[in-house]
């Protein structure tokens, strides 16, 4: 470990001490995990601390660990199933953080939103809402960012159908665009393998 991480890593310990659940170093990074009662406190912590300064958020994405690494252990086995992730970056210190924390209910995932603390997470959160359907308490404009306001369900979770609930055509009649239940029926493709004679020199 580097001496800027040890210092990091440290300083975090310091600070933060009995309000982080996890606490992690690895491959040159801090990875910190926070139950979602404490999250917001922990992220206006790591930025306005003089001695963190996370003063920018580089990135906010939701993850869904459904299943994850199945069949191996893992550290997330028996945890909730929707988390966000945060990338931080204090520009004084050169220091980089992730800050990660689940939400509790994964059949409603919510969480506090943190743009009153970086105005740059809001396109963020509203990314996470949009595919993957967690709901990020007090954002003042949470609504669909990538995908049609009309449409159903979140795309990024994996238990949600590649070909999706809805289909939507231009109705010529009523002279607009409508939804209407998917008319193609699902199929699994199986790539067909075609080799020439002696392929491979057998």
Avoid at 42 to 63: E, R, S, T, Y
């Amino acid at each position: 470990m580097s001496a800027s991480l040890e210092r990091l890593s440290a300083a975090i310990g310091q600070v933060l001490g009995d309000k982080l659940t996890h606490h992690q170093t690895a491959l040159g990074e801090v990875t910190l995990t926070v139950s979602a009662e404490h999250y917001f406190e922990v992220a206006q912590i790591l930025k306005d601390h003089p001695d963190l300064c996370f003063d920018q958020l580089m990135d906010l994405c939701g993850v869904d660990y459904m299943d994850y690494k199945e069949g191996a252990e893992s550290a997330f086995s028996g945890a909730p199933r929707f988390a966000a992730v945060l990338h931080l970056l204090s520009v004084k210190h050169n220091w980089r953080v992730r800050l990660r924390v689940f939400a509790l209910d994964d059949e409603f995932p919510i969480l506090p939103s943190v743009t009153t603390l970086w105005s740059s997470v809001s396109w963020f959160e509203r990314e996470a809402f949009d595919l993957y359907g967690i709901v990020f308490e007090g954002h003042e404009d949470l609504r669909r960012l990538l995908t049609d306001y009309g449409f159903i369900g979140h795309p990024f979770r994996k238990d949600f159908p590649v070909s999706g609930h809805v289909e939507m055509r231009y109705d010529s009649e009523l002279a607009r665009v409508i939804y209407q239940p998917i008319t193609i029926e699902p199929r699994e493709i199986t790539p067909r393998i075609v080799r020439e004679e002696h392929y491979g020199g057998l």
